[in-house]
């Protein structure tokens, strides 16, 4: 074991306090998004991904490092192997004050009563579009009606809140603004809308020219809506806006149009164990590699998890031809 005085939080050259991690536990999928994935994906080899024990550890491992919230994402988390029994160790976690969920909704039905159970606090589940046809168009193969009853088992479940996730795209779902708006406001669910992100090459459309930027978005709210910016923040780049009359908050996730860097409190770990330090950037960390050294213990990684601190960029540059543009998909990203 590598001796060393851990420090009580994970602090990056420019004095942001990392206390949230995105744990991707698979990179596969029911679906297979335009915006994410290409329609012929190769995905990871079995024995390159991380085992759900070895998730445990990585998760663990933050939380000792003051980490007190985890959210799980994917590809689809929902369709790993025997996920139940990761969720519900880290649900057990000292330390953990957040559990969350990024979902597509596909198996809610099969998984909410569970999940909540486990401790899972609060569920994204993305909502592309309310058609049918448009729904099949955006996630190529999948089904809406599932979808829409996956929602309705989470909010029977009675989770603390409930997000939907709508990545909006010229071309594809602008016109459905207003009515994944009114879908949200009648449940007294959240949404937020999410531009487009350029990670990856999409495969049926080029990102300049269905990305849609937030401002027109809340624009289309805001001809039926009054929105009130909302005090609440969460660091990174979503700004929240309360309807007025309504218990939910519109989300404005805004990575392209605007930077908000400078409070970014977050990092992600793909399944094969990479640490990524930045959305935008290749700036990484092989944890699978410590994981899998049997000279080395949980002392070891969590010594690479404060030394990471030193390597987490500024910033990201969207779009910005000066420099490199991420190659990796959101499904390897974990979103
Ligand atoms: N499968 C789950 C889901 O769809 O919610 C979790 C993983 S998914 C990668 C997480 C979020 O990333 C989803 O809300 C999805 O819409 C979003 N996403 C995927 N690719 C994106 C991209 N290129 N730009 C912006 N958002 C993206
Ligand atoms: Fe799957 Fe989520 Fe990516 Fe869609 S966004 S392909 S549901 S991982």
Not at 28 to 42: I, N
Not at 49 to 76: D, P
Not at 257 to 276: A, P, Q, Y
Request: glycine share 6%.
């Amino acid at each position: 074991m590598n001796e060393s005085i851990f420090p009580a939080k994970l602090v990056d050259r420019f004095g942001r306090h990392v206390d949230y991690i995105r744990l991707s536990v698979t990179d596969r999928c029911d679906f297979r998004c335009v915006y994410c994935m290409t329609e012929e994906m190769t995905f990871m080899p079995r024995k390159e991904i991380l085992s759900l024990e070895e998730l445990y550890q990585v998760a663990k491992a933050f939380t000792e490092l003051g980490v007190k919230k985890i959210r799980l994402t994917g590809g689809e988390p929902l369709v790993r192997t025997n996920v139940m029994t990761l969720v519900e160790k880290l649900g057990a976690l000292p330390g953990l004050q957040e559990l969350l969920l990024t979902t597509n909704g596909s198996q809610l039905t099969t998984y909410a009563a569970r999940l909540k159970e486990a401790g899972v606090n609060r569920i994204n589940i993305s909502i592309d579009s309310l058609r049918a046809d448009r729904f099949q168009r955006i996630s190529r193969v999948g089904k809406l009606h599932k979808v829409l009853a996956g929602i309705d088992s989470a909010i029977a479940n009675g989770f603390e809140r409930i997000r939907l996730n709508s990545v909006v795209m010229k071309g594809y779902n602008e016109d459905e603004v207003l009515a994944l708006t009114d879908y949200a406001l009648d449940r007294n669910l959240d949404i937020a809308f999410i531009e487009e992100m350029p990670l990856g090459e999409a495969s049926d459309h080029a990102r300049e020219d269905t990305t849609c930027s937030n401002a027109w978005v809340r624009a289309q709210i805001e001809k039926k809506y009054q929105l009130l910016d909302s005090s609440t923040r969460t660091a990174g780049p979503s700004r929240y806006a309360q309807v007025t009359g309504f218990s939910s908050r519109i989300g404005f996730i805004s990575p392209v149009t605007h930077n908000f860097c400078e409070d970014c409190n977050r990092v992600r770990i793909t399944v094969e164990g990479r640490l990524l330090l930045c959305l935008g950037n290749e700036h990484s960390v092989d944890l699978r590699a410590i994981l899998r050294d049997v000279s080395k213990d949980i002392g070891d990684l969590k010594n690479a998890l404060v030394a990471s601190m030193d390597i987490k960029p500024e910033r990201h540059y969207f779009y910005n031809r000066d420099h490199a543009q991420p190659i990796r998909l959101m499904n390897m990203t974990g979103g």
